[in-house]
């Protein structure tokens, strides 16, 4: 990265904080984590619309693509543990099985490494755990 890159993406950064501290000041402290309770998952076909067919008739469904969001999450180790634990639920909603979930992450050993694929089954097993308990 050049400086003149470096000095563009530091100005971006400071103007998206400033914004989001302006449009609300609680997005200061944002977590991820605490996201997850406020919204855990998306139905199935709200996931459709989203990520499925309703925009993108001829293309990938949303069970598909949040395969392939798993297996790039995955990828980013540990930094994506939130966003690697909605996809997984939004994954189970949209039809995945958890066979699948499990074989998209392994598949990405090679690429993110075991201690990365090692990260997202454990964290691919307290969804599945997590899922077993909502059966009351």
Same mark, same amino acid.
């Given at each position: ?9 530091? $100005? ?105 694929? $090692? ?18």
């Amino acid at each position: 990265m050049n400086e003149e890159f470096s000095k563009l993406f530091k $100005t971006m950064m400071e103007q998206g904080t400033e914004m989001a501290r302006l449009f609300n000041p609680a997005l200061e402290s944002f977590s991820p984590v605490n996201f997850e309770k406020f919204f855990p998952t998306m139905s199935k076909d709200m996931m459709e619309i989203w990520f499925g067919r309703t925009f993108n008739r001829e293309g990938l469904d949303a069970r598909t693509r949040l395969l392939l969001t798993i297996a790039a999450l995955t990828v980013l180790g540990a930094q994506a543990d939130a966003q690697l634990r909605l996809t997984i639920r939004h994954a189970l909603e949209a039809g995945a099985t958890q066979r699948e979930i499990a074989e998209a992450i392994f598949q990405m050993s090679m690429f993110g490494g075991v201690p990365a694929m $090692t990260r997202a089954l454990e964290i691919a097993r307290s969804v599945f755990d997590e899922k077993s308990g909502d059966n009351t």
